[in-house]
Nanobody, 123 residues
Framework: QVQLVESGGGLVQAGESLRLSCAAS????????MGWYRQAPGKQRELVAV???????NYLDTVKGRFTISRDNAKNTVYLQMNSLQPEDTAVYYC?????????????????WGQGTPVTVSS
């Protein structure tokens, strides 16, 4: 089993910054892709940023230039540095990972989610 534990959410004012962290642990062979999603009240969950094992990144258009995703492969941890936060960034942020596990003599690719960490930006 694999667990994702997030931290770093909170309440900030517009223009301020936050850094989210997500650490993966458990029976991990490798982590292929890690990312951050968010879900605002009454809205669908959306992809904010993703990073591959090779370091390729992709961002939601509205966060480009403000958010930076990075990862520490040795620690199985992904980060999201969020600068110039705006009220529209208010949401619960979820960590996501596509993990290769070794199970019953074979390899499988499973997707895991963190429990979510709330980010609230006041105007």
């Amino acid at each position: 089993q694999v667990q994702l534990v997030e931290s770093g959410g909170g309440l900030v004012q517009a223009g301020e910054s936050l850094r989210l962290s997500c650490a993966a642990s458990g029976s991990i062979f490798s982590i292929n892709r890690m990312g951050w999603y968010r879900q605002a009240p009454g809205k669908q969950r959306e992809l904010v940023a993703v990073i591959t094992s090779g370091g390729t990144t992709n961002y939601l258009d509205t966060v480009k230039g403000r958010f930076t995703i990075s990862r520490d492969n040795a620690k199985n941890t992904v980060y999201l540095q969020m600068n110039s936060l705006q009220p529209e960034d208010t949401a619960v942020y979820y960590c996501n990972a596509l993990v290769t596990v070794h199970r019953m003599g074979t390899y499988a690719h499973d997707q895991y989610w963190g429990q979510g960490t709330p980010v609230t930006v006041s105007s």
